[in-house]
């Protein structure tokens, strides 16, 4: 893979559009990308993995905001990366997720990640052009994916070695270590297998405790059923239950058997008894039937007399029923005679009531009904008359109403018409003075923003003042540590260089040349001064002064920047924060008062609108109800002649102020009335001729049955239902009659009566003690029979749960076995190593391995790393434990005792070194971009020209390697540079080259 040119718009701190030749640094094989703490040295690394990836690395991708805050609100975060994979040249355009404004409405919507992977091909005619692939987020992934070999996590450790981490990972705990190798070699596979192995393992015991569990329930209902105990160690042998359930079987089935035997006999037994028992039963009984015959036939005389009286009523009782039929006729023909003579003479005296007289023949009768029914002809001929005079009277009423009502009007408007023009004229004047405080308003609210923001401001200036007072002290406090410490290191030159003889004679080796004199006697050498610095006290005296240069050019950086700050701010407000205060309080009180009296403008606006458009109201209205008044009068005298014609008609036909209704309903009553007394005079006559005939009708009838008259032959008169009960008594005593003559000759039944009493109590008690002893015996055999069948079912139960049990016991003790060697806590497992670590330790091992190459360089031949399975300080597994080795006193020991440099060099070594073994694991990838991140400063001069030597190793083949570092000795020594600035509006690149 090599990077050719990246373009960043929007995206970490860079708000413009800035473009990376990285064609232009391959040429040199080694740049250096530098920059001040903050510029976006990780932003650019960021943006080609974002580019390539979707996602940037490390803790950066948890915070989810790729979008420079530096930008415009319009402006869309992009990131477009040229770059060639495994031979082929692509272009990668993407944007991330980010919120804008809504283009309609207040709010913010979200705009989703988008991206587009082109490739530069031939086209139709024959030049080079781009030919997008694919727009969709996950198909660009697994392309580019498989394209560059690796993942984003082995990329970030191959092409972008984070020498922070890999200090943190080389003084880690095991465990530590653990989880940084498995997300960098992959091996999540041996984790889950693990993971597996314990699910499995709680699976199965769980399933065994459900089978125990399941076992155990028939146990205890095999114990219940058989009254025995299980064994107490049956869960440890589950198998010995089939002989102890077989053994409770068998003696159940032999129980149930002699049972039998027994049932047999008390059954026997209770059917003797029981014979014996009803024999007595059924002597007894004929006895007793005898003893009641004799009773009954004593009854039966003694019932004779009455027997008789029930034999002449029942005789009487039919003959009288013939009679009755017309007898009823008879009564209820006098009783209508009755009714129609009362009606009549209530219907007569009512008449005579109304009409005001004392009494009335039926020719009065028929003359006041002729002359009612005259009366009514008259009234119905002038009764329209009378409802069209109500009708225009209730219609002049209204009219006359209305009349008035528009007259009451018409003064009300006048009136109203007068006022409106005095109101307008009051009320003009103030709505021009509101629209006049509504402009002022709109004014003073522009005036006090810009106020407010000058007062901003100047807060502002007042804070970067004291800020840059603080940072000028600081500056002046570094700067002064800076030329103490250059004086101290120019001191120690100063006595190095005196007592450079001894130094040179500390080297001095029997037999060797002088480097000096180059003889090889060596008579009086020269010996160190006390407290002599040497080389390595000059090395940190430099680094200090180095660092010490950083932290100068940082303060002086801030001072400026501060500076510039406030020089704006100042400028912007123009004043003093007090002097703003008093003009802001001034403004917002002015403002106050123009807003209070411009919220008057609607209120009088609309009250004025109102009044003109009343105006208008009234006008109109004035002339409507003048037209409708004269209109109103000309209705009122028409209808007023046509009322009194009407009146006068009506008045013709009764006395003058009688009402028609009640003169109708007092002559429709007279007439009915009249009507009806004729018409009950002539039923009266038919109904007394009906009941005289039907009367002699009755008596004849009555005379031929043989009774004085109707009257008697009703007396005798029985109901069906009482004719029913004496002849079921009739019956009934000649059937008790022949049933006792019956008995009282059955021989048996005397023979019985002859014989000696039987003792019933003695052979029921005889019969209840065998029907319990024969219940008892055949419950004790249902009891019995019960177990065995229920035995039988549950040693077939048990039976089928132990065979289901046993496969899934030896699966759980495998798989209990298996998953306690792979976490490390079977007794085999030697090491209590896990799987996954396990693994890991190989792989580790491959890392030191390939380490060591680049150490053995970096270090003169000094350190190499050691790759150890034992256990570290307070760790309980193994496996992954690393010790730095010191070959020139032949010892290891841990890496935490290394200083910084030696850190960094052992940390740069292993880094590279994993690097190298993912690069193996990848396929062999080829990356011939290559970025090595911080810690170039902890190292002194010789530390630091070897480094530099491995890392132009590294480029060795056309590879291009990227230092990121701000250390001002590397800008010397690394010509071609991509520099970093920062700035208050968003970061920019510049490009140098040697």
């Known amino acids: 893979m090599r990077l050719h040119q990246l373009e960043i718009t929007a995206f970490g701190p860079f708000a413009e559009a800035t473009t990376v030749d990285f064609d232009a640094l391959s040429d040199a094989g080694l740049f250096l990308l530098s920059g001040p703490t903050g510029a976006g040295k990780s932003s650019v690394l960021d943006a080609v993995c974002f580019a390539l990836y979707g996602d940037v690395p490390g803790d950066r991708a948890v915070a989810k905001r790729l979008r420079s805050d530096h930008a415009d609100d319009d402006v869309v975060p992009r990131v477009v990366l040229e770059a060639t994979l495994s031979g082929r040249r692509f272009r990668i355009d993407r944007s991330p997720a980010w919120t804008r404004a809504k283009k309609r409405g207040a709010g913010t919507t979200t705009e989703q990640a988008r991206v587009v992977i082109s490739e530069r091909r031939a086209g139709e005619d024959g030049a080079d052009e781009w030919q997008p692939l694919s727009t969709r987020l996950d198909e660009t992934g697994h392309l580019v994916t498989r394209l560059v070999g690796m993942t984003l996590t082995q990329f970030c450790q191959v092409a972008m070695l984070p020498q922070g981490r890999f200090q943190a990972f080389l003084r880690a705990r095991s465990d530590e270590r653990q989880a940084l190798l498995q997300q960098v070699f992959q091996t999540g596979r041996f984790d889950s297998i693990e993971g597996w192995l314990r699910d499995r393992r709680v699976q199965l015991r769980r399933t065994t405790q459900d089978h125990q569990g399941g076992v155990a329930d028939l146990v205890s209902r095999v114990s219940e059923v058989a009254g025995d105990s299980a064994p107490d160690d049956w869960a440890a042998d589950p198998e010995g239950l089939r002989g102890w359930i077989g053994e409770l079987t068998t003696s159940a089935v032999t129980a149930s058997v002699e049972q039998t035997l027994r049932v047999d006999a008390a059954a026997m037994a209770e059917v003797a008894a029981s014979e014996a028992s009803a024999a007595g039963i059924e002597l007894a009984g004929r006895r007793a039937t005898y003893a009641a015959a004799r009773r009954a036939r004593a009854a039966v005389e003694a019932a004779t007399p009455q027997h008789d009286d029930r034999l002449h009523q029942v005789a009487q009782a039919q003959r009288a029923a013939g009679v009755r039929p017309l007898h009823e006729l008879a009564v209820s023909a006098r009783a209508e005679v009755r009714e129609l003579d009362q009606q009549s003479r209530a219907a007569r005296d009512e008449l005579a009531t109304m009409l005001g007289v004392p009494s009335l023949d039926d020719q009065e009768i028929a003359e006041h009904q002729r002359t009612a029914t005259s009366t009514l002809t008259e009234i119905a001929r002038v009764r329209p008359f009378e409802r069209q005079a109500t009708d225009l009277e209730r219609h002049l009423g209204r009219l006359t109403r209305s009349r008035d009502e528009a007259t009451t009007e018409l003064v009300r408007i006048q009136a109203r018409s007068e006022d409106i023009p005095q109101v307008l004229g009051a009320l003009e004047p103030r709505l021009q003075a509101a629209r006049e405080s509504q402009a002022l308003a709109e004014a003073l609210t522009a005036d006090l923003e810009v106020l407010r923001s000058r007062t901003r401001a100047a807060r502002t200036a007042e804070s970067l003042t004291t800020q840059l007072k603080m940072a000028e002290q600081a500056l002046a406090a570094t700067t002064q540590s800076r030329l103490l410490a250059r004086e101290t290191l120019v001191e120690i030159r100063e006595q190095r260089l005196d007592g450079m003889a001894a130094e040179i004679a500390g080297k001095l080796a029997v037999g060797a040349d002088c480097p000096v004199c180059g003889s090889v006697d060596h008579p009086s050498p020269a010996s160190p001064a006390p407290g002599a610095p040497d080389e390595s006290t000059e090395r940190e005296a430099r680094r200090e002064v180095d660092d010490l240069e950083v932290v100068v050019e940082a303060h002086a950086q801030k001072v400026r920047g501060l500076e510039t700050q406030r020089a704006a701010a100042l400028a912007e407000s123009g004043d003093s924060v007090e002097h703003l205060l008093v003009e802001e309080e001034a403004a917002l009180g002015n403002l106050e008062r ?233 007794p085999d497992n030697r090491l209590q190593m896990r799987l996954s670590a396990y693994v890991l330790a190989h792989r580790l091992g491959q890392v030191v391995d390939a380490a060591n190459l680049r150490l053995a360089t970096m270090s003169g031949q000094r350190y190499s790393l050691v790759h150890s399975g034992e256990r570290g300080a307070g760790e309980t597994r193994g496996g992954l434990s690393l010790l730095v080795r010191d070959d020139w006193t032949g010892d290891s020991r841990d890496p935490a005792t290394l200083s910084g440099g030696e850190t960094f060099v052992v940390s740069l070594a292993l880094a590279l070194g994993l690097a190298d073994v993912i690069t193996d694991e990848a396929g062999g990838t080829d990356l011939d971009t290559l970025f090595v991140d911080e810690g170039f400063g902890s190292l002194d001069s010789e530390t630091l020209e070897d480094v530099m030597d491995t890392l132009d190793t590294l480029r060795d083949g056309g590879r291009v390697v990227g230092v990121v570092s701000h250390v001002p000795e590397l800008q010397t020594r690394i010509p071609t540079q991509l520099r970093v600035h920062r700035g208050r509006n968003g970061s920019r690149t510049s490009l140098t080259l040697g």
């Open 594 to 826: 123009a807003r209070g009296e411009a919220s008057t403008v609607d209120a009088w606006a609309t009250r004025v609108e109102a009044l003109t458009a009343e105006q208008s109201d009234l006008a109109r209205e004035h002339d409507e109800l003048a037209a409708t008044t004269g209109r109103l009068d000309t209705e009122i005298a028409v209808l007023d002649s046509k009322v009194q014609g009407l009146r006068d008609q009506i008045g013709a036909v009764g006395a003058e102020g009688v009402d028609l209704d009640t003169l109708t309903t007092r002559h429709q009553q007279a007439e009915q009335l009249a009507r009806d007394c004729l018409a009950q005079t002539a039923e009266l006559t038919r109904a007394r001729a009906t009941a005289a005939s039907t009367q002699e009708a009755a008596d004849a009838l009555a005379a031929s049955a043989g009774f004085d008259s109707s009257a008697w032959a009703a007396a005798a008169w029985l109901s069906d239902a009482d004719l029913a009960v004496l002849q079921q008594q009739i019956d009934r005593h000649h059937r008790e009659a022949a049933r006792v003559a019956d008995l009282l000759a059955d021989e048996a039944l005397v023979l019985s009566a002859a014989a000696d009493p039987p003792d019933l109590e003695a052979l029921a008690q005889q019969h209840h003690r065998a029907k319990e002893d024969a219940a008892l015996a055949r419950e004790t055999d249902m009891r019995l029979r019960d177990r065995g069948r229920r035995l039988r079912g549950l040693a077939e139960q048990v039976d089928a749960a132990l065979t289901a049990w046993a496969p899934v016991r030896a699966d759980y003790d495998l798989t209990a076995d298996m998953a306690a060697l792979v976490e490390g806590k079977h």
